[in-house]
């Protein structure tokens, strides 16, 4: 894989039926939600919205919200790091396409106070979100980015 992340090769394939995007997933991994946005989840993370004191695999999300413009959406994900320990924005190119990676460090005024990383690209008439969270900036950097960049590696776009 790139940049000597995760083999994916073993990793099981979600497609999404509405928009025929397929990704590839950690095959111990748990899938949920559905629509507007998919999370992955290691095994100890079973519901979400918990927040484990320590993680020891880190979950990964796709997301695509609806009626929302890459801007706005931007924009969205930027107020988050209004109060963060620390915002780094990097323009990247994702599966070819010119986007984003933010990375952003616990917001107090946010109730999960995790380290995030996103990828964020206008796709199609949409916009997709490609992300994972950490409870460490070191988890983040050392496991997160490669983590994430192998799971974008596995994308491939689709038709409904």
């Known amino acids: 894989t790139l940049g000597g992340g995760p083999d994916t ?17 950690p095959s111990n991994y748990e899938v949920q ?15 979400i919205t918990e927040q484990p004191e320590t993680l ?12 929302k ?8 994900i930027k107020k988050q790091s209004a109060g963060a320990d620390y915002s780094e924005e990097t323009v990247k190119v994702i599966v070819g396409i010119p986007g984003i990676e933010l990375k952003l460090g616990p917001n107090p005024g946010f109730a999960d106070n995790l380290h995030k990383l996103y990828n964020i690209i206008p796709y199609k008439n949409a916009v997709l979100i490609f992300l994972t969270f950490a409870v460490s900036q070191d988890q983040l950097e050392d496991e997160g980015i490669p983590l994430l960049d192998a799971f974008i590696s596995t994308f491939k776009p689709g038709s409904p």
């Open 9 to 25: 090769s073993d990793w099981a394939t979600h497609k999404d039926a509405s928009s025929g995007i397929s990704i590839k997933y």
């Open 33 to 47: 939600g559905q629509g507007e946005g998919v999370f992955f989840a290691p095994p100890e993370f079973k519901n």
């Open 56 to 67: 020891k695999e880190l979950p990964l999300g796709v997301i695509m919200p609806p009626d």
């Open 69 to 76: 413009s890459y801007d706005e959406v931007r924009e969205e």
